[in-house]
């Protein structure tokens, strides 16, 4: 009995994983320039939601990017 119970622990293991990177997994959006969005993180959040984050990525040369991470939409299935 204990070596089936041993059986199934790892693919249980590796089920319960993989749903959990799945759900964690997050799209990326660029919104606008850095120079014309002061706060990115909160425009982000009133964009997509408040689980959305932002940040600016500079550049060495220019004003940067205003980059959100945002929950990516759910599959559509053809029925």
């Given amino acids: 009995m204990a070596k089936a119970t041993s059986v199934l622990v790892l693919p249980i293991i590796f089920l319960v994983m993989f749903a959990l990177v799945q759900q964690m997994s997050a799209c990326m959006a660029v919104i606008g320039s850095c120079r014309d969005i002061r ?7 009133s964009k997509f939601g408040i689980v959305s984050s932002g940040y600016c990525d500079h550049v060495p040369v220019g004003y940067g990017a205003c980059i959100c991470s945002k929950p990516c939409p759910k599959e559509k299935t053809l029925t």
């Fill in 39 to 45: 706060d990115c993180d909160g425009t982000c959040k």
